[in-house]
């Protein structure tokens, strides 16, 4: 079955300190991976998207993640936070079995100033 | 136009009222999506509607009843709830080809409280 797995519930960093939030997915074939952010009582933004190609995504924010399909991990990096990136940060596979989005169970990112 | 509008922001009802909520893009997407979301959790899918047709319901119970008036507004309809279906319902659109594998783009959701 398909899954997505964020290991770490919270993270706190530094402002102005560099970033990285893993994933790990499971899943059948090359999956469609995304990162979303969403803040306190606020919906989901997209941050960026892996559908084939360079394994290296640039998204908005200044984030970016990698795709490694030899460790099923797509992790997102920033290399300097700001107190503004605080929020939960989601990872997530789009299942071909159709309309049905993955969701990890989440990592809340501190930022201390 | 990326943007996904929800109607009301807050809503607080009892457990014997009527009320819907109310979602509406402009994408031209024609998959679209209820989530029930709790405290410190992920989105739970609970409706998809694709070409204006239901095509998931994730065992939602009936006192939730989703519609789909045109490819652009999806509603839903709130009746005899409980306490327990108090949280943040987010909508979401996508492109509906591919089988909606594409990214969704999600509403700021209603704050709903049942009391």
């Known amino acids: 079955a398909q899954s997505v797995t964020q290991p770490d519930i919270h993270i706190t960093v530094s402002e102005g300190a560099s970033l990285e939030l893993r994933c790990n997915y499971s899943?059948?074939?090359?999956?469609?991976l995304f990162w979303y952010v969403q803040s306190p009582g606020q919906g989901l933004q997209l941050l960026l998207k892996?559908?084939?190609?360079?394994?290296l995504v640039q998204g908005i924010k200044g984030f970016e993640a990698e795709f490694k399909r030899s460790q099923s991990s797509f992790n997102l990096r920033k290399p300097s936070v700001h107190w503004s990136d605080a929020a939960e940060y989601f990872c997530?596979?789009?299942?071909?079995?159709?309309?049905?989005?993955?969701f990890g169970a989440g990592t809340r990112l501190f930022v201390k100033a | 136009d990326t943007e996904v509008t929800q109607t009301p922001k807050h809503l607080v009802m009892g457990m014997t009222n009527k009320k819907s909520l109310k979602c509406e893009q402009h994408?031209?997407?024609?998959?679209m999506y209820w989530y029930k979301q709790k405290a410190k959790k992920p989105p739970e899918l609970m409706f998809v509607?694709?070409?204006?047709?239901?095509?998931i319901n994730e065992s939602v119970p009936s006192r939730f009843s989703p519609e789909c008036p045109n490819s652009s507004l999806l509603n839903l309809h709130l009746h005899a709830l409980q306490p327990e279906d108090s949280a943040l319902y987010l909508c979401?659109?996508?492109?509906?080809?591919?089988?909606?594998?594409?990214?969704?783009?999600f509403g700021p959701g209603t704050r709903l409280t049942v009391t």
């Open positions: 994408m031209g997407h024609r998959a």
């Open positions: 509607y694709s070409y204006e047709k239901l095509s």
């Open positions: 997530a596979v789009g299942n071909t079995g159709g309309f049905k989005t993955i």
């Open positions: 892996y559908f084939s190609g360079d394994t």
């Open positions: 979401a659109s996508s492109q509906a080809r591919a089988g909606g594998l594409g990214e969704q783009y």
């Open positions: 899943y059948g074939a090359t999956p469609y």
